[in-house]
């Protein structure tokens, strides 16, 4: 009897201890809608067409210093371009390890990118990177992040691109108001290796605690021996979503 008395107090505070730890676990969400299906890195998803993006994020804090975070994206959009399988939906997560001080962010993290289906050409890949921010003061901050490719890139024509990628950014919340709405800016240039650089001005202004809404301009420069003569890789765009934030 004494030992099953122990057994359920051992029960009993595991199970305690278990839920302290889900409950520290911060959820934060976002439904955005886009004029053209293009993110702030210049892929266009859908040929210019209009679709939804959920963002889906976990984060855990181990310590006031020390956050695991998981961010998810879900791209839903009608490929018509993989050849033989048609994507519906795009899967992009990262799990970073983030080490935040005295306005300082330092965060290597594992990234993948997951559809439901996969052509012959493979465009599921994954990446090791590490992700750099300093900030000047609450609203202003530059950012850097480096990644490369744990799948090798692709290869096409003996060349292999996309298999190193880095992002720089500028970010100044609060930049100005417009009617009486913070308007927020992130001005960036990104670069994948033999692929494409990005020049990206985006604004974003919160109209209620909830909704938003986004203005960007895209401008995509392909590079090396392939991005340079693709079409695709050259191409501008003109950018606006509404987002939900939950």
Known sequence: MKKFL????????IGADATADISKIKVDGRLRYFSTLVDNLGKDYDSARPGPVLDLHF??????????????????YNDTTSGDEEMNVEI???LAFMYMNKGRVIAPYLKMVNHDENPSK????SHKGIYLEQFFNKDRSVSLDYRE???DGSVIGKIRYGQRVFDLRYKNKNLFLFFDKPVHLNLGYTEGVNLRGVKSLIFTSDITK????????????????IGSTNLAQNRNFLVSEIGFKF
């Open 6 to 13: 122990y057994l359920i107090l051992i029960i009993t505070y």
């Open 59 to 76: 984060s855990y804090p181990v310590s006031p210093k020390f956050v695991i975070k998981n961010f998810n994206y879900f791209v839903n």
């Open 92 to 94: 992009n997560q990262r």
């Open 122 to 125: 493979q465009v599921d890949n």
């Open 149 to 151: 490719e744990l799948s």
């Open 210 to 225: 909830n909704l938003e809404v986004t203005v960007k301009y895209i401008d995509n420069i392909g590079k090396g021996p």
